[in-house]
């Protein structure tokens, strides 16, 4: 996976830094939801049943470079 320097940096977080990799990569592979925005950016969300969440996940236009991961409190599916 390739990653932004804005997700390096906020991966930090100490709210971000329990996202595991496998997790991000599921939202890629197999999302429950994908959206485009309006910039071409993809949203993508997977269901961590570890953490009984939802994860969101946003890539780049290319649909491979990770810009964002977090998990979102207000998706439903």
């Keep these: 996976m390739r990653y932004t320097q ?6 930090l977080r100490a709210d971000r830094a329990r996202i595991k990799d496998e997790w991000i990569e599921d939202a890629v592979q197999r999302p429950v939801q994908k959206t485009i925005q309006k910039d071409g950016r993809i949203r993508m969300w997977t269901y961590v049943a570890e953490e009984q969440k939802y994860l969101r996940v946003v890539v780049l236009p290319d649909g491979e470079t990770i810009h ?8 439903k599916e």
């Design 6 to 11: 804005y997700f390096v940096l906020t991966r």
């Design 68 to 75: 964002n991961a977090f998990f979102d409190r207000s998706f």
